[in-house]
C-alpha cells in the first residue's frame, strides 16, 4: 500500500475499503481540483467540437476551388445562425461598435484603442483574430481573453442552440462565423460599453460586417492579401475594405497609395458617409517601449486615437457635457498607448545564445518591412543571422522569400506551425492537414529558398537550410550551433508556438 500511496501528493486523502478481506485504496480529491479537472475537460470538449468546423483557412481553399463566389452569401448565413442562436439585427443593434478593417496594422489599432478606452474607464470588448496561443484570445473582456470556464459556457449556449435546429449534419457555421456569433453573444451578455471588432478577411463580405448600426470604422494600410478571395489588384482589395462603411458612420483611414484612396472616396461617397484621413499625431514612445518602426506605431496610433475621440463624440458628446477634454485625457491617452502590448508583432526576446525577433508579418508590404527592421536592429551584431519561417493559405511564399533573402542570413529553417508540445488547447495546429502534407510545404519553401539562392550571386550563401516539423525541434537545433539572431516570421501562428516553447507559461493566457 505504500507504493501506491507514493503516486499521490501528500495533500490528497484517502478512503480505504474493506473488500474479501482485503484492502482498497482510493485517493479523494479536494473539491476545487475536482472542479477545475471538469471545468478543464468542458473546455477541451469545447476546442475539439469547434476545431470540427471548418476553419477559414479550408474556407479560403474551398472558395478558391471555385473561382471565388466570395459573396453575400456569406452574410445571409451569419444572420440565419444568429437567429437560430438566438440572437436578431435588432438585438446586435444594442452593441456600440468601432470597427476595423485593413491588409495591415488592424490588430494593433485594435488593441490601442481598447486599451485607450479601458483606461478611461469603459468596460470594452474586443474582437481579434487570429490568436497565438488559444481560441478564447480572441474574445476579451477589458483586455483580457475570457475564462475557460466562461468560454466553455457561451460556447455551448451557441453550439447546442445550433446543434439542435440543423437540417442536417452540414447545417453548422464555419470556425470563424461561429466565433463571431459568439463573440456578439459575450458581448452582449457583459454589457459592454464598447466592442472593438477587427474584420477577419476584407470587409464587405465578412462575417462581422453583419452589424448594421456602428458609429465609427477605421482602415488601417492596405496591402495585397488573400487574392483567391478579394483580388488580386489594390483596387479590388481597397473596395472590398471599404464595405464595412455605413450610412451616416465616420470613417478613418491612413495615408493609401493612391489608387487605393480613389477607390475608398468613391466607397464613402456610395456608402453616404463621411471620409476623413487621419494625421500623424506623432507620439513620443519611450524608448524601450518597443522595437516596431516609430512610422509605423504612429500611423496605428494615430488611427486609433482618432477613432476613440470620435466613438466618444458620438457616443457622450451632448449640449450638456460638450467638453472632449472631460471624456478623453491625453495623460490616460498617451498611457495607455505606452503600456499597451501586442505579442508577436516587431517583438524581441533574448534567450540563452539566441535573441529572437518575432513579427507575424505574412504580406509582400509587411515582409519587406519586418526585412529591413530586422536588418536595421541587428547592424551592430556579431552574431550569425538565422531564419525561421512559414507561411499559409494562397501566399506568395517565392515573393516573400525573395524580400527576406537579402537579409543574408546563415542559417535558414522552414517549420511547421505546430510547437511540439502536448497540449489539447492548442490549436494553432492545421487539423484539416496532415504531418506530411505541412511538410511537404515546408519542403517546397525549401526549394524556393535554393532556387534563390542559385539565382543570386551577390548574397551571402546560406550555410545550412532544413525543414523541421516542430518550434520545439527547430530551436533545440539552433540553440546547440551557435549564437544567433533569429528572425521568425511568415506566420502568426508559427510566432505563437514560438513563443509558448520559449515560455510555456503563456500559454496559460489570464
Known sequence: MSDFITLFPKKFSFI???????????????????????????YEACIEALNNLQSNAQY????????????????????????????????????????VAGTKGKGTTCAFSERILREHGYTTGFYSSPHLFEVRERIRINGKPIARADFAKYFWKVYNALNQTKIDDHDMPLFFRFMTIMAFMVFLEKKVDVAIIEVGIGGEYDCTNVLRKVPVIGITSLGIDHVS????????????KAGIMKEGCKAFTVPQPGAAMSVLKKRSIEKKCQLEVVEN????????????????????????????????????????????????????????????T???????????????????????????????????????????????????????AEALLRQLHRCNFNVVLFVTNSSGKSTKSDNTISIFKSLDELME??????????????????????????????????????????????????????????????????????
Open 16 to 42: 480505504y475499503i474493506v473488500r474479501n478481506r482485503k484492502f482498497s485504496t482510493f485517493p479523494v480529491f479536494p473539491a476545487k481540483m475536482m472542479q477545475q479537472a471538469s471545468k478543464n475537460h468542458d
Open 60 to 99: 479560403i481553399k474551398l472558395k478558391s476551388a471555385s473561382n471565388g463566389n466570395y459573396n453575400g452569401d456569406q452574410l445571409n448565413q451569419v444572420k440565419k445562425y444568429l437567429n437560430r442562436a438566438g440572437l436578431s439585427l435588432d438585438k446586435l443593434d444594442e452593441l456600440s461598435v468601432i470597427h
Open 229 to 240: 478571395l478579394l483580388g488580386s489588384t489594390i483596387e479590388t482589395i481597397a473596395w472590398n
Open 281 to 340: 499625431l506623432h507620439f513620443k514612445f519611450p524608448p524601450n517601449t518597443t522595437s516596431c518602426p516609430p512610422h509605423i506605431l504612429n500611423l496605428n496610433a494615430s488611427l486609433a486615437v482618432t477613432l476613440c475621440k470620435t466613438w466618444l463624440s458620438i457616443t457622450y458628446f451632448t449640449e450638456h457635457n460638450n467638453n472632449l477634454g472631460h471624456l478623453m485625457s491625453k495623460e490616460i491617452t498617451e498611457k495607455a498607448l505606452f503600456n499597451c
Open 342 to 396: 501586442w505579442p508577436g508583432r516587431f517583438q524581441v526576446k533574448h534567450e540563452k545564445n539566441i535573441s529572437y525577433y518575432l513579427d507575424g508579418a505574412h504580406t509582400l508590404e509587411s515582409i519587406i518591412i519586418c526585412a529591413n527592421w530586422f536588418k536595421d536592429i541587428t547592424k551592430c551584431s556579431k552574431k550569425k543571422k538565422a531564419l525561421m519561417f512559414n507561411v499559409t493559405g494562397d501566399r506568395n
Open 441 to 510: 510545404k515546408c519542403e517546397q519553401h525549401k526549394q524556393l529558398w535554393s532556387k534563390l539562392e542559385n539565382s543570386d550571386d551577390d548574397s551571402t550563401k546560406t550555410e545550412i537550410c532544413k525543414v523541421f516539423p516542430t518550434a520545439v525541434s527547430a530551436i533545440e537545433f539552433l540553440t546547440n550551433q551557435d549564437n544567433f539572431d533569429l528572425l521568425v516570421t511568415g506566420s502568426i501562428h508559427l510566432i505563437g508556438s514560438v513563443l509558448s516553447v520559449l515560455d510555456p507559461n503563456l500559454n496559460e493566457v489570464s
